[in-house]
């Protein structure tokens, strides 16, 4: 059985581990020993006769394959309607056929899964809003890339990823350390403009516990000054946790299980710790999917909840603007045409359409609003949903996949884009840099800062 | 004054001004000099695909890459390195505002020196989806003084000998002052202090009459005797003052010139980076673009 030096089927446990499989330029070796990696049918098998309820094994089963998805998926669209874009193809030529086969599938078989489960598939789960029977492929998906990354065949990126979930229960190589001193750092710099601004950490009791995206820390640390200036304006009684504040989870892209549940056991120890009210997490879609909507399965809790109240970050916003805790200056309303981005993961599939909206009205000046079509649950993914941004094996499928959203901005008219969500904030960018169609694209918290009008006790004394 | 010289540079032709008056403390002062390179900007997933900044492609990065972006800046300085003696180079992924703010936390230099402007934001690898530029970013945020050269500094060869001190009488020109007085103290330089009376905006909706700027000014010149001159006297030898009526940033650039200054001095306290100042500039970014000698940007007090 011959296993890889880098592709195998072991996960990535070490810091050594990781930097080796990162000078894997590109993941040229990992993909080369890839080819000739076996399939451990057995383990297969067993894995799915123990993890295959009777929920998938109902859909797999009742697939009429009647079509209806075709249509749904705008890969299939973008795709010239490749009939092998058809969702239920997708699902049935790939998870069907494994449990057909009873896990008797070669080393060709998996690569045609995983370009499948990780190129053809974003787990935006539109299909299954239009599926007569309710059958919801994207989930299915989800479950097949756990069977892949169990049997070594995932994207290299999303082998690291998931390893750094492992390593640093963070996406990227941050610490806590790191995480803590460099929130401390935004705030020493932005103090001088907000006297008062300060961000606690780990205070227990607070009415909020607040959660990031290790990408803010790495590279645009600007985003939790932001955070804790808002925070500070509206009066909130906040906290970070110095561990457990990582809330996004690329093992949930990579299908490894285990990291999954890691991941969220170390945000949901923090909630423990420090009993807050509520937990806020950033503008980010799949880190509310991960940690809010799923998490509590994965680390196997009864009620299917976090240990404490937790919501998206545009939750808490709407409900501050509603309430009056952050006041918009009128004066200062966004006056050009706008639209917004429904991030699949928190507006599909956890019903926050309206709230984004509600946000909307508050922050732009009226008739500058453009939505675009369809959208709220009918909207479409970015184009780099699901670990489909971040995997260079895939990047000309992803660039073509951007198509479908950058039509959908150009149709509404709009030339600015707000994007509550990294990973569609990203796909916007790469859009713009692939297609150059002239917009802008921001999150929600620097277009709050620029208007928000900052009550008197807190102004700057001359 | 200067031990330790923090150059962040784009390692081209923009950064060439700069360079030639970083080399040239760093030899002066026999201070460290560290070249700071931010070779490029991330695109996704954990920075390692990354835009190069010269090349302008997505390359993907690993050891050997960074050792090649280290070896050409290091062959790009080649000459200035023949003669500086404390030196290193340092290539960083990121925006590089951000990570020159990081460096400048981790190695707390006396003074950073910046690199010209890199082009257009619609040009620019670095500028990418960020609002304000470079500049502004780290003068708003940086630890310590911030030099900017942006022209070739025609009168930079021999060491820095005459200083303007251009202020507007904040308490962030009150830090600007405190080091220009050590500078000018340490290096033995000639100091001009210099308020420009602005009348390029409206006062209260109506144009003042010269009489009223002549008041001004004698009451900005009485500002200056008691602000500034009474803490200098007996310590800088050679000084002067002036106040002039104007656009201020443009008579800041005039004075310097008919002064032969060497340097400006100035305080940034700009807080905004919009794009509509981005574009206008504040007087210190107008100053710093006009100039015809490198300019020092300083933004609170200086630690010691």
């Given at each position: 059985m011959p296993e890889g030096t880098l592709c195998n089927k072991k996960p990535i446990e070490t810091e050594e581990a990781l930097k080796t499989l990162l000078g894997d330029t590109g993941g040229k070796t990992y993909y080369e020993e890839m080819k000739s990696l076996d399939v451990d049918s057995e383990l297969l098998w067993k894995t799915i006769q123990n993890t295959l309820k009777s929920r998938m094994k109902t859909w797999l089963e009742i697939c009429a394959h009647c079509g209806m998805c075709a249509d749904s998926c705008f890969l299939y669209l973008i795709n010239d309607r490749d009939p092998k874009q058809v969702p239920a193809y997708k699902i049935q030529s790939t998870l069907g056929e494994i449990v057909k086969r009873q896990g008797k599938v070669d080393n060709d078989f998996m690569h045609m899964a995983m370009e499948t489960a990780w190129a053809k598939c974003t787990c935006c789960n539109r299909c299954g809003m239009y599926c007569p029977h309710g059958i919801d492929i994207g989930i299915m998906f989800g479950y097949l890339r756990g069977l892949l990354y169990q049997q070594g065949f995932v994207p290299w990126e999303l082998k690291i990823g998931a390893g750094m979930h492992r390593v640093y229960r963070a996406q990227m190589d941050v610490t806590d350390e790191d995480f803590v001193e460099t929130f401390e750092w935004m705030v020493e710099e932005y103090e001088e403009d907000y006297p008062g601004l300060e961000v606690p950490v780990d205070m227990e009791g607070a009415d909020i516990m607040y959660t990031v995206n290790a990408r803010e820390v790495k590279?645009?640390?600007?985003?939790?000054?932001?955070?804790?200036?808002?925070?500070?304006?509206?009066?909130?009684?906040?906290?970070?946790?110095?561990?457990?504040?990582?809330?996004?989870?690329?093992?949930?892209?990579?299908?490894?299980?285990?990291?999954?549940?890691?991941?969220?056991?170390?945000?949901?120890?923090?909630?423990?710790?420090?009993?807050?009210?509520?937990?806020?997490?950033?503008?980010?879609?799949?880190?509310?999917?991960?940690?809010?909507?799923?998490?509590?399965?994965?680390?196997?809790?009864?009620?299917?909840?976090?240990?404490?109240?937790?919501?998206?970050?545009?939750?808490?916003?709407?409900?501050?603007?509603?309430?009056?805790?952050?006041?918009?200056?009128?004066?200062?309303?966004?006056?050009?045409?706008?639209?917004?981005?429904?991030?699949?993961?928190?507006?599909?599939?956890?019903?926050?359409?309206?709230?984004?909206?509600?946000?909307?009205?508050?922050?732009?000046?009226?008739?500058?609003?453009?939505?675009?079509?369809?959208?709220?649950?009918?909207?479409?993914?970015?184009?780099?949903?699901?670990?489909?941004?971040?995997?260079?094996?895939?990047?000309?499928?992803?660039?073509?996949?951007?198509?479908?959203?950058?039509?959908?901005?150009?149709?509404?008219?709009?030339?600015?884009?707000?994007?509550?969500?990294?990973?569609?904030?990203?796909?916007?960018?790469?859009?713009?840099?692939?297609?150059?169609?002239?917009?802008?694209?921001?999150?929600?918290?620097?277009?709050?800062?620029?208007?928000?009008?900052?009550?008197?006790?807190?102004?700057?004394?001359? | 004054m200067f031990k330790k010289i923090l150059f962040a540079t784009s390692a081209t032709e923009a950064s060439d001004h700069a360079a030639r008056v970083a080399f040239n403390m760093a030899l002066n002062y026999k201070a460290h000099i560290s070249i700071f390179h931010v070779m490029g900007v991330p695109t996704r997933g954990f920075s390692q695909v990354v835009l190069d900044v010269k090349t302008r492609e997505e390359v993907v990065l690993d050891d050997e890459y960074v050792a090649w972006v280290e070896e050409e800046v290091k062959t790009y300085y080649a000459k200035q390195l023949e003669t500086a003696e404390n030196f290193d180079i340092k290539v960083a992924i990121g925006f590089p505002h951000r990570e020159i703010l990081r460096e400048a936390r981790q190695s707390r230099p006396d003074l950073i020196v910046l690199g010209g402007s890199t082009g257009e934001p619609e040009e620019s690898v670095y500028k990418r989806g960020m609002v304000g530029s470079t500049l502004q970013r780290v003068a708003k945020a940086a630890p310590c003084p911030v030099l900017v050269v942006n022209r070739p500094a025609a009168s930079f060869w021999g060491g820095m000998s005459n200083i303007v001190f251009g202020t507007d009488f904040s308490k962030a020109s009150d830090a600007a002052f405190e080091f220009a007085c050590k500078f000018a103290k340490a290096l033995g330089c000639e100091m001009h202090i210099f308020h420009a009376l602005d009348i390029s905006t409206m006062h209260m909706g109506r144009m003042l009459t010269q009489d009223e700027i002549e008041t001004r000014i004698r009451e900005s010149l009485r500002r200056i005797r008691g602000k500034y001159i009474s803490k200098i006297k007996g310590e800088i030898q050679d000084y002067?003052?002036?106040?002039?009526?104007?656009?201020?940033?443009?008579?800041?650039?005039?004075?310097?010139?008919?002064?032969?200054?060497?340097?400006?001095?100035?305080?940034?306290?700009?807080?905004?980076?919009?794009?509509?100042?981005?574009?206008?500039?504040?007087?210190?970014?107008?100053?710093?673009?006009?100039?015809?000698?490198?300019?020092?940007?300083?933004?609170?007090?200086?630690?010691?």
């Amino acid at each position: 059985m011959p296993e890889g030096t880098l592709c195998n089927k072991k996960p990535i446990e070490t810091e050594e581990a990781l930097k080796t499989l990162l000078g894997d330029t590109g993941g040229k070796t990992y993909y080369e020993e890839m080819k000739s990696l076996d399939v451990d049918s057995e383990l297969l098998w067993k894995t799915i006769q123990n993890t295959l309820k009777s929920r998938m094994k109902t859909w797999l089963e009742i697939c009429a394959h009647c079509g209806m998805c075709a249509d749904s998926c705008f890969l299939y669209l973008i795709n010239d309607r490749d009939p092998k874009q058809v969702p239920a193809y997708k699902i049935q030529s790939t998870l069907g056929e494994i449990v057909k086969r009873q896990g008797k599938v070669d080393n060709d078989f998996m690569h045609m899964a995983m370009e499948t489960a990780w190129a053809k598939c974003t787990c935006c789960n539109r299909c299954g809003m239009y599926c007569p029977h309710g059958i919801d492929i994207g989930i299915m998906f989800g479950y097949l890339r756990g069977l892949l990354y169990q049997q070594g065949f995932v994207p290299w990126e999303l082998k690291i990823g998931a390893g750094m979930h492992r390593v640093y229960r963070a996406q990227m190589d941050v610490t806590d350390e790191d995480f803590v001193e460099t929130f401390e750092w935004m705030v020493e710099e932005y103090e001088e403009d907000y006297p008062g601004l300060e961000v606690p950490v780990d205070m227990e009791g607070a009415d909020i516990m607040y959660t990031v995206n290790a990408r803010e820390v790495k590279h645009y640390p600007e985003d939790l000054a932001e955070a804790a200036i808002l925070f500070h304006l509206a009066g909130e009684s906040w906290t970070v946790p110095s561990s457990g504040w990582e809330q996004t989870s690329l093992a949930m892209f990579a299908g490894d299980w285990a990291a999954c549940k890691m991941q969220v056991e170390s945000v949901y120890a923090a909630m423990e710790r420090l009993k807050p009210k509520r937990m806020v997490g950033t503008e980010c879609g799949h880190a509310h999917r991960a940690t809010v909507i799923e998490g509590p399965y994965w680390a196997g809790r009864s009620n299917g909840k976090p240990p404490a109240e937790s919501i998206h970050y545009v939750e808490w916003l709407a409900e501050a603007l509603r309430e009056g805790k952050l006041r918009v200056d009128p004066a200062k309303r966004i006056k050009r045409p706008v639209t917004l981005q429904d991030s699949c993961n928190y507006i599909r599939n956890h019903g926050l359409k309206e709230i984004t909206r509600e946000i909307m009205s508050y922050i732009v000046e009226p008739g500058y609003f453009m939505d675009m079509a369809p959208n709220r649950e009918h909207n479409y993914c970015c184009g780099g949903g699901g670990g489909f941004n971040g995997i260079g094996l895939f990047r000309p499928q992803r660039n073509k996949a951007l198509i479908t959203k950058r039509d959908q901005i150009l149709n509404s008219g709009a030339d600015l884009v707000i994007a509550p969500c990294h990973n569609c904030w990203d796909a916007i960018r790469d859009l713009e840099e692939e297609y150059k169609i002239g917009i802008e694209w921001s999150f929600l918290k620097p277009l709050l800062i620029s208007m928000v009008e900052i009550p008197e006790h807190l102004q700057i004394k001359e | 004054m200067f031990k330790k010289i923090l150059f962040a540079t784009s390692a081209t032709e923009a950064s060439d001004h700069a360079a030639r008056v970083a080399f040239n403390m760093a030899l002066n002062y026999k201070a460290h000099i560290s070249i700071f390179h931010v070779m490029g900007v991330p695109t996704r997933g954990f920075s390692q695909v990354v835009l190069d900044v010269k090349t302008r492609e997505e390359v993907v990065l690993d050891d050997e890459y960074v050792a090649w972006v280290e070896e050409e800046v290091k062959t790009y300085y080649a000459k200035q390195l023949e003669t500086a003696e404390n030196f290193d180079i340092k290539v960083a992924i990121g925006f590089p505002h951000r990570e020159i703010l990081r460096e400048a936390r981790q190695s707390r230099p006396d003074l950073i020196v910046l690199g010209g402007s890199t082009g257009e934001p619609e040009e620019s690898v670095y500028k990418r989806g960020m609002v304000g530029s470079t500049l502004q970013r780290v003068a708003k945020a940086a630890p310590c003084p911030v030099l900017v050269v942006n022209r070739p500094a025609a009168s930079f060869w021999g060491g820095m000998s005459n200083i303007v001190f251009g202020t507007d009488f904040s308490k962030a020109s009150d830090a600007a002052f405190e080091f220009a007085c050590k500078f000018a103290k340490a290096l033995g330089c000639e100091m001009h202090i210099f308020h420009a009376l602005d009348i390029s905006t409206m006062h209260m909706g109506r144009m003042l009459t010269q009489d009223e700027i002549e008041t001004r000014i004698r009451e900005s010149l009485r500002r200056i005797r008691g602000k500034y001159i009474s803490k200098i006297k007996g310590e800088i030898q050679d000084y002067a003052f002036d106040v002039w009526e104007g656009v201020p940033y443009v008579e800041v650039v005039k004075y310097a010139r008919e002064k032969h200054a060497d340097l400006i001095v100035m305080a940034h306290h700009n807080r905004k980076t919009s794009e509509e100042d981005n574009r206008l500039g504040s007087n210190i970014e107008q100053v710093i673009v006009r100039a015809g000698c490198p300019v020092i940007s300083v933004n609170k007090q200086v630690r010691n």
